[in-house]
């Protein structure tokens, strides 16, 4: 298993989402993140870890890609710097992609996102400064919990995979 460790931050910044577009305007500039739906087993049920964004939202752990990074690294790499999350073990054949537009200062952004199933034996969170607070779930309250639909149809497909690899 790949473990990332390095502690490059990033300031944290609000941002507006852009519903209603379908296909990337030419002036939209691209950013492409990755991260980890991470979850933990306590007492036979799955837990999962949903991060409070500053700009009032929750959803999971994720960050742009740096320079000579693959996906996998960059997914890694930002759960320790985000959770203080090392001990990982990513899921083989899980990668969901999210694509959105959102504005920040004046400009408009189209955003790939990568995420991978993750699983720790790691409870303790030490959320960085690019958050306001963290909370390990069961599904149901996670489902409630999350504020996008993208993030929440990323957490039932990644539940079905799970269920189906209990099996």
Same mark, same amino acid.
């Given at each position: 298993? #790949?473990? &990332?460790?390095?502690? !490059?931050?990033?300031?944290?910044? /609000?941002?507006?989402? +852009?519903? $209603? *577009?379908?296909?990337?305007?030419? $002036? ?7 991260? +980890? !739906? ?5 007492? @036979?049920?799955?837990?999962? *870890? *949903?991060? %409070? ?7 999971? @752990?994720?960050?742009? !890609?740096?320079? #000579?990074? #693959? ?22 054949? =899980? ?14 952004? %189209?955003?790939? !996102?990568?995420?991978? &199933? ?6 303790? +969170?030490? /959320?960085? $400064? ?15 919990? *999350? ?12 539940? #079905? =995979? ?6």
């Amino acid at each position: 298993m #790949n473990k &990332i460790q390095t502690s !490059v931050k990033e300031k944290p910044y /609000i941002t507006t989402p +852009v519903a $209603h *577009l379908k296909t990337p305007p030419k $002036h939209a500039i691209y950013e492409k993140s990755c991260g +980890v !739906v991470l979850f933990r087993i306590e007492k @036979g049920e799955r837990y999962y *870890l *949903l991060l %409070h964004y500053p700009g009032g939202h929750w959803d999971f @752990g994720k960050g742009h !890609v740096e320079l #000579n990074e #693959n996906e996998i690294e960059t997914a890694l790499r930002e759960m320790k710097e985000e959770t203080g999350i090392s001990k990982i073990t990513l899921l083989k054949d =899980f990668r969901h992609k999210i694509d959105y537009y959102y504005r920040r200062e004046r400009k408009l952004y %189209h955003k790939d !996102v990568i995420f991978f &199933i993750g699983k720790t034996s790691e409870e303790k +969170v030490k /959320i960085s $400064h690019e958050h306001q607070g963290s909370t390990w779930l069961p599904y149901e309250e996670a489902m409630k919990e *999350l504020t996008f639909d993208n993030a929440q149809k990323l957490l039932k497909k990644a539940e #079905n =995979f799970l269920r189906k690899e209990d099996k």
